[in-house]
């Protein structure tokens, strides 16, 4: 079976400061999907980044950025001079190809303070 | 992108009512939509996986008998809550899988049971 593990369950930082969210996977499958889902206090689930299991570089978007690391089985997720709209639950989840289940991690919840 | 909308987005009901969700994909066909259950400060649970024509597909541990999914056309999921109590009072979640594995989500419906 698959898990997804975010440790941090809550993290608090000053606006522009940067801050990383930590996200474990474990999976006997070498084909899986990864992703990266932000809450914010309304609730709607935005995407954020779809990674397939082949790929391991890493991405950036604007003030984001992701780090794929298969070796030690994380996709951890970086956000650079943080805002105040950055505020909210970002979940990690993964997916097996050919499997509709989504597995979700239990989530951080990003405070960034003004 | 893909757009899933889901109806109402807030409900209040009292004990033992039934109450309807709906779930619909706007700009797309979904053959598979997902439903999910999300408890305060928690993850999301997946209760089950409904498919356009067939029987839904419940997670373990899921009452099919309380949680009814229907699944009518390619573009509407529905989850009644049938007599609900205050501990079905939850955040319930849908999504639609759009292709290759990418579900895209609905903006989630409040439930209170009072």
């Known amino acids: 079976a698959q898990k997804v593990t975010q440790a941090q369950t809550e993290i608090s930082v000053v606006e522009k400061e940067d801050v990383t969210l930590d996200c474990v996977y474990e999976?006997?499958?070498?084909?899986?999907?990864l992703f990266w889902y932000k809450q914010p206090p309304s609730g709607e689930l935005v995407f954020l980044i779809r990674?397939?299991?082949?790929?391991?570089q890493n991405e950036i978007s604007g003030r984001y950025s992701w780090n794929f690391q298969k070796s030690t089985s994380s996709f951890n997720f970086t956000i650079t001079a943080s805002q105040v709209v950055d505020s909210a639950v970002y979940f990690c989840?993964?997916?097996?190809?050919?499997?509709?289940?989504?597995?979700f991690g239990t989530g951080t919840r990003l405070t960034i303070i003004p | 992108g893909a757009v899933v909308s889901q109806h109402p987005s807030r409900v209040i009901c009292k004990s033992g009512t039934s109450v309807k969700i709906e779930c619909r994909s706007l700009?797309?066909?979904?053959?598979?939509m997902f439903w999910y259950r999300q408890f305060p400060k928690q993850s999301l649970m997946l209760m089950a996986t409904?498919?356009?024509?067939?029987?839904?597909?419940?997670e373990q541990g899921v009452e099919k008998d309380k949680f009814l999914i229907n699944h009518a056309s390619l573009t509407l999921s529905t989850l009644t809550v049938t007599s609900a109590h205050p501990e079905d009072s939850s955040f319930y979640i849908c999504?639609?899988?759009?292709?290759?594995?990418?579900?895209?989500f609905g903006p989630g419906t409040r439930l209170t049971v009072l």
């Open positions: 999504s639609a899988e759009w292709t290759d594995n990418e579900q895209f």
């Open positions: 999976t006997r499958d070498t084909t899986y999907y």
């Open positions: 990674r397939n299991s082949f790929d391991e």
């Open positions: 989840a993964l997916i097996l190809f050919g499997n509709e289940k989504l597995t």
């Open positions: 700009d797309f066909q979904a053959t598979t």
């Open positions: 409904s498919n356009e024509g067939s029987k839904a597909t419940y």
